[in-house]
């Protein structure tokens, strides 16, 4: 399945989360239950992964200040 990369707009408008929630219909319409389980359940650890990394450099930047 090749889905295309979103654009998303600098000042983040409904359109935006509406062209986010196509495309996750897209991503997820053919799945089965247990996939989309799987499917969501990596999609929030990659998000815990991601604000952890910007916490740590948010921590980082702001004790060399």
Do not use: C, W
């Not at 359109?15 to 389980?37: G, L, S």
């Not at 604000?51 to 060399?64: D, N």
């Amino acid at each position: 399945m090749i889905v295309e990369a979103l654009v998303i707009s600098p000042d983040f408008t409904i359109e935006d989360i509406h062209k986010i929630r196509e495309q996750n219909y897209e991503r997820t319409k053919d799945m089965t239950v247990a996939e989309k389980v799987a499917y969501y359940s990596n999609s929030g650890k990659e998000a815990e992964k991601e604000i952890e990394r910007r916490r740590a450099l948010k921590q980082k930047i702001t004790a060399s200040i």
